[in-house]
Nanobody, 120 residues
Framework: VQLVESGGGLVQAGGSLRLSCAAS????????MGWYRQAPGKQRELVAA???????NYSDSVKGRFTVSRDNAKNTVYLQMNSLKPEDTADYYC???????????????WGQGTQVTVSS
């Protein structure tokens, strides 16, 4: 199983970016998909997550600015980031809780990370 992210980059404060993360491999089912971020010198924190049924949760720092969504047919999760602030600068990691085909074992998988830099 692989999670491949795209969409990071450099943007000015107030701008927007859209991150994508596609899961591939021997996947039977995906429960929660989401995004975490880690700024230099800080712990990794949850940004937003969406369950297979569509319910979502967000960190307080991004509520009203970020929107998480998923396309179950494509095993893909998105993060639309609007009104970006310099404090949103971090490496963003995709996460998915995946049940494998054949073995039906389940665990968390992580993407390789994509850098988001917001300049003031």
């Amino acid at each position: 199983v692989q999670l491949v992210e795209s969409g990071g980059g450099l943007v000015q404060a107030g701008g927007s970016l859209r991150l994508s993360c596609a899961a591939s491999g021997a996947i039977s089912a995906i429960n929660t998909m989401g995004w975490y971020r880690q700024a230099p010198g800080k712990q990794r924190e949850l940004v937003a997550a969406v369950r297979s049924g569509g319910s979502t949760n967000y960190s307080d720092s991004v509520k009203g600015r970020f929107t998480v969504s998923r396309d179950n047919a494509k095993n893909t999760v998105y993060l639309q980031m609007n009104s970006l602030k310099p404090e949103d600068t971090a490496d963003y990691y995709c996460n998915a809780y995946i049940t494998l085909k054949y073995s039906y074992m389940s665990r968390d998988y992580w993407g390789q990370g994509t850098q988001v830099t917001v300049s003031s």
